[in-house]
């Protein structure tokens, strides 16, 4: 096997195992923990502030950001409703691994949670390969993104748990075909769990924060 692809595959095995140590960690504590990974500008930050506002307080939530191109600190999350915001310093990384992770945890009193949102940094690359030890890891799309990011990003689509289909209230202006979207979808992901919605309007956001909470109530 040649060296450098050795050397990936053993970062990767380690992080793995850093990954299950912090499900475990979180598992303990019944935290839910959500991966949300996105290309930039896909509208993670919105959905964050958006799912906060919805859940007026039904759930316990810690966010913790690692995108380094969000506006999105501490003090906004809390105004959003989080009852606590990290800011993990990736060193100008562009995906978050286990370790990392890990330190954001450290700093966190897990029996005080009931959700933790990790907004990983935006990218549709490597955050694929970097588990972190959440229960679902989560893909946001949006519609002005294009039709074609299942063919293009097959990688990122065939890892995920969860699909949000982002900004929908635009559809009627863009040419976003969304059978030839499901179609690559499907084949990549087949029968992934997809919540179509609009930040912007408010449509299809009940459904997401619907799940949230049951998956957090049942964590
Ligand atoms: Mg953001
Ligand atoms: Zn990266």
Redesign the pocket.
Known sequence: MPRQIKIVENILSANDRLAEENRARLDAAGVFAINLMASPGAG??SLIEQTLARLDGRLRVAVVEG?I??S?DADRAAAAGAQAAIQINTGGECHLDAVMLRSALEQLDLSQFDLLIV?NV?NLVCPASFKLGAHASVLVASTPEGDDKPYKYPGMYRGVDVLVINKIDLLPYLNFRMDYFRRGVEALNPGVLTFPLSCRTGEGLSAWVDWLIHQARAT
């Open positions: 993670k930050t995108d191109a969000t999105l907004e935006g």
